[in-house]
């Protein structure tokens, strides 16, 4: 089956896990952006960590912070998106990312 025939939770099913104790979890040092898609996002040990607004969070393989500001940026410039930043440099881009599974 084709990506473009799969639905949203067989994609779902096929990214790879992370898992991450909660409180790891919520210790991170997370920013709130203004999106209709990104809740927030945080930056630590060469890992962008992104917060959906459906509460879900992925883990995206970058080793210099500049992902991380790049997404600030949008976030702060009028006219900007955080949403078109994100799929822009991140998504179309094919960086490595896993769904956060959290642990005990």
Do not use: C, Q
């Amino acid at each position: 089956m084709g990506l473009l025939t799969k639905t949203i939770e067989e994609r779902m099913t096929d990214t790879p896990t992370h898992p991450m104790p909660a409180d790891e979890l919520s210790g991170l040092p997370w920013t709130k952006v203004t999106s209709s898609n990104l809740h927030s996002i945080a930056y630590e040990d060469d890992a962008l960590y992104v917060r959906f607004g459906s509460g879900a969070v992925y883990r995206y393989e970058v080793p210099r912070e500049e992902s991380y500001e790049h997404l600030l940026e949008a976030d702060r410039s009028e006219g900007g998106s955080v949403g078109k930043a994100f799929h822009a440099h991140l998504r179309k881009a094919g960086i490595t990312h896993k769904k956060i599974k959290i642990t005990e």
